[in-house]
């Protein structure tokens, strides 16, 4: 009858405005991690190792979980504009079918979660972190994630309803965020290169004694830099392994070629008498130690 009718539709509201409610409140909990202002390693919450966050974990727990019930998630989503107007822009250019249209109501949601999440990964650790390559690692590690847990699950699909280039985005971020870390080595390798501007020892290995001080202190910069640079990555963690053997890979090209150069140039050359202060790596040694970055630890 007519006040069975009545109060079933009061019921149904009510489950849509709660729903709704939840799906708000998620986003405004990643949300305000990013916009808060405090500074939460000290507590735990940000790993110290730059590995993946628990917000990144949860965040793709939680979409997992939630798609299975895209038909229920998108009838909740139509009452609201912030959804139907990106739904009836992109029907501009294409026809949906219920099912579809859910699906995409369901994908309008998922991206503005994963954009909050992006923002937050960003902007926390530049906050957090207080080298640069950490910043960088930790950001790749999480975006790396990401995507990798978009493409597992088949949630790239659904945000691609209302994204079509949402993994060629998240991929151009990652190749980003590589190119970023790898010019944090750059701090060392300005100390050797470029090579043609470094002291050139003669035919028979003499160098001006006025060279001399220039060769030893490029070599003892850069021992600084690069002890530092271990020293600032040697707990970082890496956990995808793709991604680890990746950035060694990255990092030997990146470090020891413009090493041994340098390395080369001044083998036969004496340019100190207690040489082997200065001259502490060989290239192979160095390309050992950058290849034991990220490595799993007991």
């Known amino acids: 009858n007519a006040e069975q009718k009545r109060q079933l539709g009061g019921v149904m509201n009510r489950f849509h ?88 109501l369901c994908g309008i949601y998922f991206r503005k979660v994963l954009t909050e999440l992006n923002f937050t990964i960003i902007t926390k650790a530049d906050q957090i972190y207080n080298n640069d390559a950490t910043r960088q690692l930790f950001k790749l590690n999480n975006i790396y994630y990401i995507l990798k847990s978009l493409q597992r ?10 994204e079509v280039d ?46 001399r001080a220039i060769v030893k202190e490029k070599f003892a910069n850069f021992n600084k830099e690069f002890d530092e640079s271990c020293r600032n990555q040697k707990n970082i963690s890496v956990p995808d392994v793709l991604l680890r053997e990746g950035l060694k890979r990255d990092n030997s090209e990146t470090v020891v070629p413009n090493y041994n150069a340098f390395y080369e140039l001044y083998a036969d050359v004496e340019f100190a008498k207690n040489r082997e202060k200065y001259v502490r790596y060989t290239p192979h040694h160095l390309s050992q130690l950058l290849n034991n970055l990220f490595d799993d630890r007991v």
């Open 17 to 104: 405005n709660t729903g709704k409610t939840a799906l708000d409140q998620f986003i405004d909990s990643i949300k305000n991690e990013g916009t808060s202002s405090q500074v939460p390693l000290t507590s735990g919450s940000f790993p110290k190792d730059a590995t993946v966050h628990q917000l990144t974990s949860d965040t793709i727990w939680f979409l997992e979980h939630l798609y299975p019930y895209y038909d229920i998630i998108g009838p909740i989503l139509s009452h609201d504009s912030l959804y139907t107007n990106p739904l009836q822009q992109i029907m501009n250019f294409k026809s949906f079918n219920e099912d579809q249209k859910n699906r995409a």
């Open 153 to 162: 699950n088949n949630l790239l699909d659904v945000v691609k309803f209302t």
């Open 166 to 211: 949402c993994e060629k985005r998240y991929l151009k971020m990652i190749d980003d965020l590589k190119n970023a870390y790898q010019t944090t080595w750059q701090k060392l390798l300005v100390h050797i290169t470029p090579l043609e501007e470094c002291p050139r020892p003669s035919e028979g290995g003499k160098i001006k004694d006025k060279d």
